[in-house]
């Protein structure tokens, strides 16, 4: 109780608590006393009246808003929301509304995003590789191969210096979904090398009226989206299953949304663990490389997904649906960005 009496928001709820109660408690007793003379009847009825009017125009004027409020800090302060705690409905007051807006302004938003591209420019290269010395090295292996007759090893070095370029260079940009979708094929090459015909890739587009395949195809969206997530695919779905896994990509634009979802019918995961992920992608959090790196995957989901968020908003990003040995479904909602 000391605890709370210092904020002045509890001060308030408990002033107005007692004034309501002892109204309560005079209008009662008049009621009593009315009742019991059996006059001033229509005086009582008025002025019980007009308290029910008070307190339903207090429910509605006070209390309602200030609810809504008071849930978006809770929401902000758990990390699920950040724009709307500069756009509230209903501040306390101008004080605190001018409070705010000074917070939005001192707040670099750009700067936030700056950290989260540096943290996967530092998981995609390990803060180790000089990206030019990494493609000489590859060539000249890919030269070697090809003079000694080894076509399949001068493939897999072209194919996966094509991949380094693109995953090295440039993160911070939006690229087109033609770009994202060209790299994760290049990567599915280079995990064939490995799975052979246990993993395939299918890439499908859902029918639209409006925008053929190639109309789709150019919309952009944030570099290394798609790629840490058929990593994830791979690793934690499909090569723990035994016989065939497969990966499929389907692409569609609805409600001014580019839903992109990646399916693969690996091992699935327990309803508690896929509670706990969905739970940690709503939150807006930066966690530190470590933390999110994991223990495989490259560039961590959380990342990408903390990515999407500060760019577009809260309301994009990614979401899990998953079936315990019946694979999983990660859902990539963004907005349409020409």
């Not at 950040?82 to 209903?90: E, K, P």
């Not at 943290?119 to 290269?125: D, F, R």
Request: aromatic share 10%.
């Amino acid at each position: 109780m000391n605890e709370k009496l210092k904020y002045l928001s509890f001060r308030l709820f408990l002033c107005a608590g007692a004034g309501t109660a002892l109204f309560i408690a005079a209008l009662t007793m008049l009621w009593s006393v009315c009742l019991s003379s059996s006059q001033g009847v229509f005086f009582v009825i008025i002025l019980t009246v007009l308290f029910a009017g008070y307190v339903y125009g207090v429910f509605c004027l006070v209390i309602t808003p200030y609810t809504e409020t008071k849930k978006i800090y809770e929401q902000f302060v758990m990390g699920y929301v950040v724009n709307d705690l500069f756009h509230l409905r209903h501040p306390l007051s101008p004080e605190e509304e001018q409070v705010i807006c000074r917070l939005n302004e001192m707040i670099d938003k750009n700067n936030l995003i700056s950290v989260s591209k540096k943290q996967a420019e530092y998981l995609a290269l390990q803060n180790q590789i000089n990206p030019h010395f990494l493609y000489n090295t590859l060539e000249g292996i890919r030269s070697e191969a090809l003079l000694a007759g080894l076509d399949s090893v001068a493939e897999m070095t072209e194919a996966l210096g094509t991949f380094f370029r693109y995953t090295i260079s440039q993160v911070e940009h939006l690229v087109t979904l033609e770009d994202e979708l060209a790299n994760i094929e290049n990567y599915y090459y280079i995990q064939q090398f490995r799975f052979g015909d246990k993993l395939t890739l299918r890439i499908e587009y859902e029918p639209n009226d409006d925008l053929c395949e190639l109309d789709i195809l150019q919309y952009r969206l944030p570099k290394l989206t798609l790629q840490p997530i058929i990593e994830n695919s791979i690793y934690h779905g499909i090569e723990k299953k035994i016989g065939k896994g497969n990966l499929r990509v389907r692409i569609g634009v609805s409600n001014e949304r580019l839903r992109i979802r990646v399916s693969d019918d690996g091992m699935g995961m327990k309803e508690e663990t896929l509670k706990l992920l969905n739970e940690k992608l709503r939150r807006l959090t930066l966690d530190d490389v470590e933390t999110a790196s994991g223990k495989k995957g490259g560039i961590a989901l959380l990342n990408v997904n903390n990515r999407i968020k500060l760019l577009f908003g809260e309301e994009f990003g990614i979401t899990f649906y998953s079936k315990e040995k019946a694979g999983t479904d990660v859902l990539i909602v963004l907005p349409l960005v020409c």
